[in-house]
């Protein structure tokens, strides 16, 4: 293993927060829609379209969180055996995963995402094609999604259901949306929680 900077996870997280946040929009801003137009060369209809960028999202914090989960596992099962303090165990392995988010293998969270995306039934795609296409929105996704783990606390995408009532703290409408209707007919884009608090809305699209 290589040396810990012990403190330096807590000392840097305002500003690795902020980096964080700024990050999450950029994709929203760039490299979904960058995705949004690739996928529109294969499938016509915008709301599949749409439904896809969106279960991405939700899957590549899903596999994020899991890999940062067994790699703190991994992590502290070794720090553990020559830790002596003075700061806790806790705070060494967060140090050394801050120093070292190199180490995470991102392609192996960007395969679990592509075979869990080709399972899921609200999705489908051309059999022609497969959602490889769309890796660097997922690898971008799995990258800030494992970083945002190493936070005190941690931040997590809101769990969305079609169909559920449309909440103006989580969500702006699309603006193809029916702005009388009450209930989410499907996301096109996750709100961002800290501690079930929203810091940043997602996008649905509301119809009758």
């Not at 999705?123 to 494992?146: G, M, Q, Y």
């Amino acid at each position: 293993l290589r040396s810990c900077s012990p403190g330096r996870a807590r000392r840097t997280n305002a500003s690795r927060r902020a980096c964080l946040v700024a990050r999450f929009g950029d994709i929203y801003a760039q490299e979904r829609l960058d995705a949004e137009t690739l996928l529109r060369t294969y499938i016509s209809d915008m709301e599949m379209v749409q439904r896809i960028i969106y279960i991405a999202a939700v899957e590549s914090f899903h596999a994020a969180k899991m890999a940062y989960r067994q790699f703190k596992i991994r992590v502290r099962d070794t720090l553990s055996l020559g830790h002596s303090g003075p700061e806790s165990l806790e705070d060494t392995v967060l140090d050394y995963i801050v120093r070292h988010e190199d180490l995470y293998d991102v392609q192996a969270s960007v395969n679990e995402v592509i075979r869990s995306m080709n399972i899921n039934p609200k999705i489908s795609f051309p059999p022609e094609i497969d959602f490889i296409v769309i890796s660097t929105l997922i690898r971008e996704l799995c990258r800030v999604a494992f970083s945002m783990q190493t936070l005190v606390p941690p931040l997590d995408i809101a769990f969305g259901t079609d169909g559920e009532l449309f909440s103006e703290t989580k969500y702006h409408r699309s603006f193809d949306s029916d702005f009388t209707a009450a209930l989410v007919a499907y996301h096109v884009w996750p709100a961002l929680m800290e501690n079930d608090v929203v810091i940043v809305k997602g996008e649905a699209v509301t119809k009758r």
